[in-house]
């Protein structure tokens, strides 16, 4: 009999989907699991945004410090979450199916109409890629920025903070508010955070490679794997971290990667969209060619713009 594998994660609610998700997956294969959970300085710090206290391994550093002792097997993150380059030592071992790419407006009114300029709207977020986003193709709509988890979003906006959140669907269908979803955005317009939906599996390089590769075959999904190796090998260009409006969505039709991608200056004048095609097997080399792509297409001076004005 095996030992139970186990699963470090985060002690949020959609953390906890996460993981038993992957119990689940691990489950249907005849593996046994167990969910250790693990509070992260990401976790504990609720009163400054992300992108000010630098987005590097907040969420991550204590899960890996667990996966160096051994004290858990793998850690889970949304893939969405996780720096573009691991420290050493550190992979991502498997992706799992990915969800609805799309981002969401959700609210507990009714009657909101983003399009509609004539209507005064209050969005929260705090994500730089979707404020950046708005106010390029919707200027009108004003923003707030509220962190937390979904659970404390919701009554932060109910208390009246914001009128909508706008929020990945992902994350808003896996807690139950399907009901409240209003809108589904164009994936034109809003085009995801690299890895949006998808859940990754981190582990120590030292991992028993017979453990590795039971939990690979139980958790990986090929096609979105292809997927997020192109859009990983993008973002690791452009230097991504949450604090960065970059974004990009890889699709795959039989072997063919499409890749579509780009950057959006932070007062949302600029957006610079480019789109490569190619074999699913040469995912990194696409992800980088569209990153070129992007950046001599104008994103090398957004990013040097974004960068200057984070800095101070
Ligand atoms: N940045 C927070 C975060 N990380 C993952 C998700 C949702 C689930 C996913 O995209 O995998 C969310 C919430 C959101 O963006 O609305």
């Known amino acids: 009999m095996n030992k139970p594998i186990r699963i470090g994660t985060r002690g949020s609610k959609l953390a906890l989907w996460q993981a038993y998700h992957v119990a689940d997956l691990l489950k249907v294969k005849g593996l046994a699991s167990e969910i250790v959970i693990i509070e992260t300085k990401g976790d504990k710090i609720l ?3 992300i992108a000010k206290i630098g987005s590097k391994g907040v969420f991550t550093e204590e899960l890996e410090m667990q996966l160096s002792s051994g004290e858990i097997d793998i850690a889970v993150h949304s893939a969405k979450d996780m ?11 498997a992706f799992t199916e990915r969800e609805e790419v799309n981002d969401i407006i959700l609210s507990h009114k ?25 106010k390029h193709f919707y200027p009108h709509i004003q923003t707030v920025e509220i962190r937390g988890n979904l659970q404390t979003r919701i009554a932060k906006m109910e208390s009246g903070v914001c009128d909508a959140l706008l929020l990945a669907y992902a994350g808003a269908h896996r807690m ?15 085009t ?20 590795k590769n039971q939990i690979i075959e ?17 973002l690791r260009v452009l230097e991504g971290g949450c604090s960065i409006p970059v974004f990009a969505l890889a699709d795959l039709e039989k072997d ?8 959006v200056s932070l007062d949302g004048r600029k957006r610079i969209v480019q789109k490569v095609s190619g074999s699913a097997i040469q995912a990194e080399e696409l992800g980088k060619k569209l990153a070129d792509l992007v950046l001599s297409d104008g994103g090398e001076e957004i990013l040097k713009e974004i960068k200057k004005l984070l800095k101070k």
Request: with cysteine; glycine share 10%; aromatic share 8%.
């Open 83 to 93: 720096q573009s380059r691991l420290p050493d030592g550190f992979e991502i071992i």
């Open 218 to 234: 139980a958790c990986h999904h090929r096609e979105t794997g292809y997927r997020l190796l192109a859009e990983r090998a993008f």
């Open 256 to 263: 063919i990667l499409h890749l579509k991608g780009g950057i």
């Open 192 to 211: 995801p955070a690299v890895g949006q939906g998808s859940v990754a599996l981190e582990s120590s390089s030292n991992l028993d490679p017979v453990v």
């Open 47 to 49: 009163d400054v945004s």
């Open 176 to 190: 139950g508010y399907d009901d409240l979803i209003r809108f589904k955005l164009s994936l034109d317009e809003f």
């Open 110 to 134: 009714e009657g909101i109409d983003y399009k509609n300029a004539d209507q005064s709207l209050v969005l929260g977020t705090s994500s730089t890629r979707r404020v950046a986003t708005l």
